[in-house]
T-cell receptor, first 112, second 117 residues
Framework: TQLLEQSPQFLSIQEGENLTVYCNSSSVFSSLQWYRQEPGEGPVLLVTVVTGGEVKKLKRLTFQFGDARKDSSLHITAAQPGDTGLYLCAGATGGGADGLTFGKGTHLIIQP | NAGVTQTPKFQVLKTGQSMTLQCAQDMNHEYMSWYRQDPGMGLRLIHYSVGAGITDQGEVPNGYNVSRSTTEDFPLRLLSAAPSQTSVYFC????????????????FGNGTRLTVT
């Protein structure tokens, strides 16, 4: 069973600060996805990274896939209250039919 | 565009009762799946289907049954509810017949919150 460790579990910061969330594993993944989930809703895909070393930017969010495809990070610049939510990373090991391996998530609160 | 629709949103059951969680998608997706989300455990796959008439077990299938008679619907049945099945259940679908892929992400419903007393 592949495991994805996310850190930190909880993070509360002030508006305007920067932050980084980490997703680590001892397993190699063919791709890794980041989701954001708001209370009472399902996860919504933010980005998929496939190539080792890949960096993707989504406005103030920067996602990086580790060179060995075992880890990933999400960096948020100048966080805003609208960034508040549960951030989940999920790794796929192959075709994906048997599902993604999800991390336990990072609860992020951005205080105005 | 409705996407993935789950009903009911909330349900309370007594131990031993049975029920069916409904999931329907209107995106003509071949792949459908059920996850449960528990505090401190993350999302775990219960069952999945890569097309009508085909189902398979995920990581935590015990106590749950599924069937896929149409492309649109993928109901999850609890045969005899137990307190350990208290959780939030999510249905997810994808266009790819191999499951999700880079160009075919998972689309989640908004969940069913189930409490078993």
């Amino acid at each position: 069973t592949q495991l994805l460790e996310q850190s930190p579990q909880f993070l509360s910061i002030q508006e305007g600060e920067n932050l980084t969330v980490y997703c680590n594993s001892s397993s190699v993944f063919s791709s890794l996805q980041w989701y954001r989930q708001e209370p009472g809703e399902g996860p919504v895909l933010l980005v998929t990274v496939v190539t080792g070393g890949e960096v993707k930017k989504l406005k103030r969010l920067t996602f990086q896939f580790g060179d060995a495809r075992k880890d990933s990070s999400l960096h948020i610049t100048a966080a805003q209250p609208g960034d508040t939510g549960l951030y989940l990373c999920a790794g796929a090991t192959g075709g994906g039919a048997d599902g993604l391996t999800f991390g336990k998530g990072t609860h992020l609160i951005i205080q105005p | 565009n409705a996407g993935v629709t789950q009903t009911p949103k909330f349900q309370v059951l007594k131990t031993g009762q049975s029920m069916t969680l409904q999931c329907a998608q209107d995106m003509n997706h071949e792949y459908m799946s059920w996850y449960r989300q528990d505090p401190g455990m993350g999302l775990r796959l219960i069952h999945y289907s890569v097309g009508a008439g085909i189902t398979d077990q995920g990581e935590v299938p015990n106590g749950y049954n599924v069937s896929r008679s149409t492309t649109e619907d993928f109901p999850l049945r609890l045969l005899s509810a137990a307190p350990s099945q208290t959780s939030v259940y999510f249905c997810a679908s994808s266009y790819s017949t191999a499951g999700f892929s880079y160009n075919s992400p998972l689309h989640f419903g908004n969940g069913t919150r189930l409490t078993v007393t």
